[in-house]
């Protein structure tokens, strides 16, 4: 039984989001309270994936109390789309924020980055007043994701691997969502491999049997139709004007594979706007978590789709949800990257290079003709999921990490 102390996490994002990031950190944090610790978060007000401002949620600050969670709210500029300049400039409103809140005296402090310079700010002012003991916790690789998605200039990226590799080294441990990140922390950012444990992101939905045809005809998809969905945010890394194209290049071969687009985004009205007048694509708003999972189970494959370039700055939180459903995933990727990687471990289905959407129509006609592939992809996923993806096996390994800083 690890000894109950006081944590705090401070991040961008946490509940009642439901995508991205908010889940794991708010995951997280509930676990150490059922632990008998006590858990503090500072974070942001609710505005993802549609990079708007929920307004359920107004004013400047405000606190609240989730599943034993004291949480602290602060605001800060929400930029759409949220690039460059902009992107910054948020984080170092919400940096000056969360800087000037009362962080309840923890005995370790848990960074969750991206927001890397929200994330560098606290921890300088962890580290000028404080005695606590710093996690930070990685789950996108900020100067790496610049570099693969040609967000900035070179000096732009140098500057933030200075700020992410003062921010990591400054911390007593590290942890990172999988070891291809844990590598690149070591080799391009200094970091000592000692410091740093792997902690994979896990699935956070609830799977259960639900009427697939039921569902299908209520978001009115036919027998005929061989959908192919994709969830989640709809920004730049995820590159899907790609599928676009490929919904394209479906409709001139009429071709039964049917693109559905379930979320929101900064990209999301340009996407709708490039697809216009196309017939096998359609956008689908953001669903609450039961329906959101039937829909998955309702689709006949499940769609990754990473913009080329993009190889290591990050492990989609998609992929942990998909394979808990028992579909076939489709993946459009770097094939040297971390997600082709993980498709290739499960067997969870074809992977095609990012960027050609011919490759992804063939891919989805491929299983839609083959029920043996399709059955083998949709089991060597769930399996990957039972083995690797437990919420279980990721909270003993916070319980590890939280006991020794604890312990030193």
Known sequence: MTQPTRVTFLGLNFAPETTGIAPYTSAAARHLVQAGHSVHAVTGFPHYPQWRRDPAFPGWRASSE???????????????????????????????HQTATTWRGPAITVFVTPALFSSAMCMARSRAFSRSKRVVWVQDLYSQGM?????????????????????LRSADAVVAIHPAMADRMVQDLGVER???????????????????????????????????????????????????????????????????????????????????????????????????????QAADALLINELPGVREMAVPSKLTSYFATRRPVIAATDPEGI??????????????????????????????????????????????????????????????????????
């Open 66 to 96: 989730d599943a034993g969670v004291a949480v602290t709210r602060v605001t800060h500029w929400v930029p759409n789309p949220p690039r460059g300049l902009k992107r910054l400039i948020s984080e170092i409103t919400f940096g000056l």
């Open 147 to 167: 570099s693969e998605t040609d967000e900035g200039g070179g000096l732009a990226v140098r500057i933030a691997a200075a700020v992410e590799r003062w921010t």
């Open 194 to 296: 000692s410091r740093i444990t792997v902690i994979p992101n896990w699935s956070h939905i609830t799977v259960a049997e639900t009427d697939r045809e039921e569902t299908r005809r209520r978001l009115g998809w036919s027998e005929s139709d061989y959908v192919v969905l994709h969830a989640g945010n709809m920004g730049k890394k995820q590159g899907l004007s790609n599928v676009v194209a490929a919904a394209q290049v479906a409709e001139a071969a009429n071709s039964p594979v049917k693109f559905v687009m379930l979320g929101d985004g900064a990209e999301r009205e340009h996407l709708q706007a490039s697809a216009a007048g196309c017939g096998n694509i359609e956008f689908v708003d953001p669903l609450p978590d039961e329906e959101f999972t039937a829909t998955l």
């Open 339 to 408: 997600v082709a990687s993980i498709m290739n471990a499960a067997g969870a289905g074809p992977v095609v290079r990012s960027g050609d959407p011919e490759g992804l129509v063939q891919a989805a006609e491929m299983l839609r003709d083959d029920p043996e592939m399709t059955t083998r992809a949709a089991e060597g996923g769930f399996r990957y999921f039972e083995e690797r993806l437990s919420a279980d096996g990721a909270f003993a390994a916070w319980d590890t990490v939280i006991a020794s800083l604890d312990a030193r």
